[in-house]
């Protein structure tokens, strides 16, 4: 479905943004969501950070805060949804980002705690029912704590969100498949519904490593942690397939050992999101041998060009051409490699070329899998914000950690 790739010059991908702000405008009253991946905090996210690099700063930090308005009088109207993908944990985590960066001035100390009873019960009870999902479970909420520990001026509260992480590490500990010094999960997939072993970064393993990795990272230096980390990072090796065809990491394992390694270039499953985690492993674990397996694994996806094997057909970030991008970007910031930044160079072309929808929402549409049709998606994860964020990324100076959200930085 790809017309011409376009000239990809400064001034294209302006107008491009200027077109998905543009289209933001007109659906912030409509969106009932508030988290950061798929509800107004990551639409207040682009708004903020395109208002650095566009001439029209004051518009666009308007309609930012219109955002963050917007998800506050949701709450006000009884709003519970806590997830982190598109609730309450969402949107108290851009909150917090935001503060952090500077783009807004709020006591998050103050302000965050009012949430935080609600959250850590959800959370909790998720993992108690093998609910790990980075998006919709344990991990999701586990990262928002993690930010907060990081960012409190409070000792009390510090001690707080440690002794939840602490509790989190015990109940992953409790829930884990132990076999020979390595760690699983078992986690529950919904199309056909079934329990299996999920390696992948939105919904399965990978987002525990990646967790892991970034607790170790800042100085939660539990034993738990480590012992952990260490296990799931040599299930991954276990299970790799080392055969110079195919991508290296299965999709899932189901509990008989059976591997499915039909695999896709994309953030939230296969080789592109368990690499990033297994390059953050490698640091924190001070172990060469998973960041070469890790490197490895990147550079197998290069030879991927077939549409076939890497089923692109969509450019949002979950599973399309500015995920992989941002993906190759954060590879080359890992390994000073040029094939990666040009990778990303070829996957930001990629997914301008597919601006090919019509005049409306910068061209872009969603490709939902379950429904086999193209959809109208703002948000983040899906949608034209997060293509915003990408390209933003693309033309920025500055080194921006927004995708902090999608554990890419």
Known sequence: MNNKTPN???????KKLDEIAQSLNYELTKESNI????????IALFYF???RLSKDQLSYENQAIFSLERANELINQGYQFPTFCKGIAGYAWVLNHLNENHFIQVDC?????TFEGFLELTMFREMSRNKFDYLHGGVGYALYFLE???STNSNKL???YKGILERFLVQLQTNAIKNQGTYSWKMEMSHPKRVVINLGLSHGMASIIGLLSRMLTYDLLDSNAVDLLRG??????????SSSEGYRFPKHVELNGEKLYHGRLAWCYSDLGIAVQLMCASKVLKDKNIETIAIEAFENTLRITNEMEHQVVDAPICHGSFGIAQIYRRAYKLTNSIKFRDAATHWIRDGLSRSNHGNEFAGFR???????????????LEGISGIGLVLIDSLSSEENNWDKCLMIS
Do not use: H
Request: charged share 25%; with cysteine.
């Open 232 to 241: 799931a990072s040599d299930y991954f090796l276990n299970e790799m397939n």
């Open 109 to 113: 100390d103050e302000v965050l705690p």
């Open 8 to 14: 990809v010059t400064q001034e294209y991908c302006i």
């Open 158 to 160: 510090k001690e707080k």
């Open 49 to 51: 950070y395109y208002s």
């Open 148 to 150: 907060r520990y990081n």
């Open 366 to 380: 969603f490709r939902n899998p379950l429904a086999k049709k193209w959809e109208i998606r703002t948000n983040l």
């Open 35 to 42: 988290g950061v991946l798929t509800g107004l905090g990551g």
